[in-house]
């Protein structure tokens, strides 16, 4: 079964940076799409994912502040964010998309002053 590691979410002011990472320790890492998605209150919703062949995709709230990466060699993807808003405070997870994977435990981003 593959554990999905997230991290790197903290406290940051409005206006501030973050990178979050995930490290998907799957063999065929590579071949998958991966995605980052995050918990509000009432849903987990679609944040950003990279294709294989690293073509990326944002929703409409975080496009232009966020940026996704992938690192094969590593297994990891890493989610840059930028201009960070109270909106984004949510705990953010890595997964698949579609998601397939079991979900890990999160990390949670808190933007507030």
């Known amino acids: ?22 490290v998907v320790p799957e063999s065929r890492f590579s071949s998958y799409t991966l995605a980052w998605y995050r918990q509000i209150p009432r849903e ?18 975080v496009k232009g502040r966020f940026s996704l990466s992938r690192d094969d060699a590593r297994k990891t993807v890493h989610l840059e964010m930028t201009n960070l808003t109270p909106e984004d405070t949510a705990i953010y997870y890595c997964n698949s998309r579609p998601a397939g994977y079991t ?9 507030s002053s």
């Open 1 to 22: 079964q593959v554990q999905l590691v997230e991290s790197g979410g903290e406290w940051v002011q409005p206006g501030g940076s973050l990178t979050l990472s995930c």
């Open 44 to 61: 987990r919703e679609f944040v950003a994912r990279i294709s294989r062949d690293g073509t990326t995709a944002y929703s409409g709230a």
């Open 103 to 111: 979900w890990g435990q999160g990390t949670q981003v808190t933007v």
